[in-house]
């Protein structure tokens, strides 16, 4: 039982990552359906091999007519047609417009042979079968032509684009009831300690619920992975070994991560596959490790629920994001705020302050140990002090990252 | 078949469906699993009626001693502890700590009885049974007090909180396995339009698939909604009656919302129900309107696709975010930047002008038509232009809420 001999810096552990990770386009690829498909990242770059529309249509409710019978009609010389027929969205006017006639037209409805522009009903008056056209008209006035949404051949959307819901409205215009997306990076969540009950457990004598399990698949699900909980892993090398032998994207071991005496998880790595990282030079989540075992990536997350959240945050969840083809970056909104009281830090250590926010004014919370987690709840949101900095003084302007 | 005889202002429906709304408090609240819980509306103040610890344990892993009998340890002072006993999380020592004593302890095991402080491991040397001391130790130094993250009895999340993992996890360490949470309102999407295919279906002749149900789908999803798709509703008066009566909290109708020959939704609305707006000063969507049936909420959106995705976003996302206890603003991201081209609107009515950014650039996508989806996924954003405003001038600098 030792302290860390040294420490990695934040940068070097996230370059780490970055160098150990596969590019996504090699991760499997699957195929949903479109109507799940809001915010999975497109495996393929669609192209459309139809027009949409595919016919010309009307853009508004009115009446489709030659453009060169229109030259001269006002409200004061208004220009009778014939009106023959009636075109529909679905149902088109099968007929052809002859010079003198109109077409009753509604918006979305085929425009019938003959005309090339669409006068709409607020300038006409109508009388029986004629219509009074009060308007000029120029060709192809109000009217939607082939392909003028999407275009036969033309690229719709690329990949690794996240779908968003007018996306998908798009893909659908084209025909796609399916569509090609990256496969959800497959997350092991393992929970270990021998003081731990259940999630959700009514804690009692010496014995604490576990926090981490919860949450850590809340922020797997954030970043679009699936995860995976095999319940309470026992303390000891047998059982945490064939834990990280089970297939995986990426494996999380939450507890044990440390140097003490039954913290297995970094000489089980170093024995069995490769302890990378043990030891970073931040607070909290200090004690944070990685590596790779049975070719998967592993992250090692202290116990402490703000140290697992934050060796989440800064190591793990940019991982399953970028095997996920996800942005890599922080998944919090970034605001500019004044700081109302001086914000210590240590040099060469980053540090994680949780930070409460009033309007334009942000103040860290009073307690912030690793094992408080309520500090991350009665937060509104953190402030990364990096290694170089000793703090911040009072009334500086700083980035907060909001929860 | 007329053009409207007047258009009610944006701001004015927005203050009718305010007013419309039942309070999200009315809203049933259903329980379920705390693992599914994340972003969940918390439907009542949550308290805790244990401590969180419920036992005083070790912050570090060192070595438990009493603070008293540090006095002038230094590294050039070590002073020796006769080891007594291990105290690990779950497994603490049962003996008490007395004088010149010391007990092994780990990081979150329980204090032993008679040592009142932990002295890091980093800050002692071991041989055989004893330890030396090379600090020295205030009382409590290092030791997590009862109920240091959460205490019996004190209010621990707020009704109306959105669940982040974090919340999560301390809901799970005070022993909460299910939480009460506002129920997902119920939203009926009709999907209307004799010339439509089924979302997803190749088009051919004079038709078109439904690009706005899978859309409404997934914004419906991002709202905190549940929605249910009964597939496209013929176009007549009898089946969107019958569409309509259908058990829903609130239901959208795409298509069929203006004022043509087969635009039924209003006149049936204004017939069995309440037609309380129809018609908007705005472009697009400016044949949206809403109102009540059955006591549930209607939305109208035109079945252009950009006007249907602008009047959800306007409108129906807004009733559904309340509805459900969410915050009703914009689920945009906002962002400043200056336009590189002049964005032309019309005062009297509200533009929803959809923008590309480059940088802090940003500029008006080139074509813009209501039917033209694809100008919403070119696009990074959008521009909400005021009624009062005939638009910006090139360099000027605008709000961009971003898709």
């Known amino acids: 039982m030792k302290g860390f001999a040294g420490r990695t810096t934040v940068g070097a552990a996230v370059a ?3 160098s150990a990770l596969p590019n996504f386009r090699d991760l499997a690829v699957e195929e949903i359906s479109l109507f799940h498909s809001a915010g999975r990242i497109l495996a393929c770059d669609v192209a459309s091999n139809v027009n949409v529309p595919g016919f010309a249509r009307s853009m508004m409710d009115g009446f489709a007519i030659r453009a060169e019978e229109t030259h001269g009609a006002t409200a004061y010389n208004a220009l009778p047609f014939h009106v023959t027929g009636t075109s529909f969205p679905g149902t088109p006017f099968s007929g052809i417009v002859m010079p003198g006639q109109a077409v009753r037209i509604m918006t979305g409805a085929p425009m019938p042979d003959g005309a090339d522009s669409v006068i709409p009903v607020e300038y006409t008056e109508s009388q029986d079968q004629t219509v009074l056209v009060m308007g000029e008209l120029s060709v192809g006035k109000h009217v939607g032509a082939i392909g003028e949404d999407v275009r036969s051949g033309s690229l719709v959307l690329g990949a690794g684009r996240s779908l968003r819901p007018q996306d998908i409205g798009v893909l659908s215009s084209i025909g796609c009831s399916s569509v090609q997306v990256i496969r959800r990076p497959i997350v092991r969540i393992l929970i270990t300690g021998n003081e731990l009950l259940s999630a959700g457990t009514r804690p009692r004598g010496f014995q604490i619920a576990d926090a ?10 954030r970043d679009g992975g699936l995860s995976v909980m095999p319940g309470i892993v026992p303390d000891d090398r047998e059982s945490l070994i064939a834990a990280l032998a089970e297939p995986a994207d990426i494996v999380l071991v939450s507890g044990g991560s440390s140097v003490g005496l039954e913290d297995h998880a970094p000489r089980v790595l170093a024995d069995h596959g490769t302890l990378a990282i043990h030891g970073i030079a931040m607070r909290p989540s200090g004690p944070a490790g990685m590596g790779v075992f049975n070719k998967h990536l592993v992250f090692l997350l202290p116990g402490n629920p703000v140290s697992c959240l934050c060796a989440y945050d800064f190591f793990a969840g940019r991982a399953i994001r970028a095997l996920g083809g996800r942005n890599q970056d922080w998944p919090y909104r970034r605001i500019q705020a004044t700081l109302t009281r001086k914000l210590i830090s240590t ?57």
Request: aromatic share 8%; no cysteine; charged share 15%.
């Open 212 to 221: 981490n399990g919860p949450m850590l698949h809340a922020l797997v699900s």
């Open 347 to 403: 040099v060469g250590r980053v540090d994680y302050a949780r930070v409460k926010l009033d309007g334009i004014h942000v103040e860290p919370v009073a307690i912030s140990g690793a094992s408080v987690l309520t500090s991350t709840t009665q937060a509104d949101g953190f402030v990364i002090i990096p290694a170089d900095s000793e703090g911040y003084a009072a009334q500086t302007e700083v980035e907060v990252l909001m929860y």
């Open 16 to 18: 780490w990552i970055d």
